[in-house]
T-cell receptor
Framework: DSGVTQTPKHLITATGQRVTLRCSPR?????VYWYQQSLDQGLQFLIQ???????AKGNILERFSAQQFPDLHSELNLSSLELGDSALYFC?????????????FGQGTRLTVV | AQTVTQSQPEMSVQEAETVTLSCTYD???????LFWYKQPPSRQMILVIR??????QNATENRFSVNFQKAAKSFSLKISDSQLGDAAMYFC????????????FGAGTRLTVKP
């Protein structure tokens, strides 16, 4: 168990709908990263938050948005969903400094758009 | 932004043999960290090994070791005595040591282990 919790594990929704993916980072981790992984593809970096502030942005579509709340959990909002948005969405967290330098990953949310 | 390149989409190794997965990265930073993650069919991302850029000594974790060439910006993963359970996607990752802690991944290498 990595300590990073993502909900829901699976989500099936129709095109045009909006969904929210939730991530609870490891206790004490200030950074949260969101990645998208389409079938048999690599990890596409979407966005990163650090202690509530946006720190880095990748290839995130305008239909997608995210935020990190004061309790450090994060949400990724996907709207006007298209078939091509079907993917595994990972959240990862890390702490700045300290013993651990790597990012710890959640189990992912598998989104299916029908 | 930093880029990570894995030039081998697929690799194959015979059980008990050794295989090396390649990774190169591009950065202007001097403080950073490098990682190899393993993604088995369960899709869980599992850390295999980490390397701090300021350390000259190559990291080793049991059968896994890296060849870190800082000047060449190369970070390869060597798997010795390959086992069937090593079959997975392997991702190379770069994390900035600056405050933004930006973290990027390569496209991945799919490793097949033949019995």
């Amino acid at each position: 168990d990595s300590g990073v919790t993502q909900t829901p594990k699976h989500l099936i929704t129709a095109t045009g709908q909006r969904v929210t993916l939730r991530c609870s980072p490891r206790s004490g981790d200030l950074s949260v990263y969101w990645y998208q992984q389409s079938l048999d593809q690599g990890l596409q970096f979407l966005i990163q938050y650090y202690n509530g502030e946006e720190r880095a942005k990748g290839n995130i579509l305008e239909r997608f948005s995210a935020q990190q709340f004061p309790d450090l959990h994060s949400e990724l909002n996907l709207s006007s969903l298209e078939l091509g948005d079907s993917a595994l969405y990972f959240c990862a967290s890390s702490v700045s400094g300290g013993t651990y330098t790597e990012a710890f990953f959640g189990q992912g949310t598998r989104l299916t758009v029908v | 932004a930093q880029t990570v390149t894995q030039s081998q989409p697929e690799m194959s190794v015979q059980e008990a043999e050794t295989v090396t997965l390649s990774c190169t990265y591009d950065t202007s930073e001097s403080d950073y960290y490098l990682f190899w993650y393993k993604q088995p069919p369960s899709r869980q991302m599992i850390l295999v090994i980490r390397q701090e850029a300021y350390k000259q000594q190559n990291a080793t974790e049991n059968r896994f070791s890296v060849n870190f060439q800082k000047a060449a910006k190369s970070f390869s993963l060597k798997i010795s005595d390959s086992q069937l359970g090593d079959a997975a996607m392997y991702f190379c990752a770069y994390r900035s040591g600056l405050n933004n802690n930006d973290m990027r991944f390569g496209a991945g290498t799919r490793l097949t282990v033949k019995p």
